[in-house]
């Protein structure tokens, strides 16, 4: 069973970076991921990671960058020039272990971090 821990979250100010890390124990999932979600929103997708292949929300392509150590099983986001905006709580998420696409949906991902918050002040 696959299990995620994130850490890295915190309050930075506008045009600030934050670097999110992500955990995985158990069987390595081919794809992983990171959503976020606000209060009264559903978790919208942030940025997906499935080998060589990367896939970003318009919002934050440009900007945010994930990366995946395998030899460590960890997947990072980093994220630049942050904005207001982008405060949220991110969620590491990963997909069935025998996938390999990128999906934007939240229900096709099986397994979930516990979530770390990101503030971001104007």
């Known amino acids: 069973q696959v299990q995620l821990a994130e850490s890295g979250g915190g309050l930075v100010q506008a045009g600030d970076s934050l670097r999110l890390s992500c955990v995985v124990s158990?069987?390595?999932?081919?794809?992983m991921g990171w959503f976020r979600q606000v209060p009264g929103k559903q978790r919208e997708f942030v940025a997906g990671?499935?080998?060589?292949?990367?896939a970003y929300s318009d919002s934050v392509k440009g900007r945010f960058t994930i990366s995946r150590d395998n030899g460590k099983n960890t997947v990072h986001l980093q994220m630049n020039n942050l904005e207001p905006e982008d405060a949220a709580v991110y969620c590491c998420?990963?997909?069935?272990?025998?996938?390999?696409?990128?999906?934007?949906?939240?229900?096709?991902?099986?397994?979930w971090g516990q979530g770390n918050q990101v503030a971001v002040s104007s």
């Open positions: 990671i499935s080998g060589g292949s990367t």
């Open positions: 998420g990963s997909r069935p272990r025998r996938i390999t696409v990128i999906a934007r949906c939240r229900t096709q991902w099986r397994a």
């Open positions: 158990g069987p390595s999932p081919n794809v």
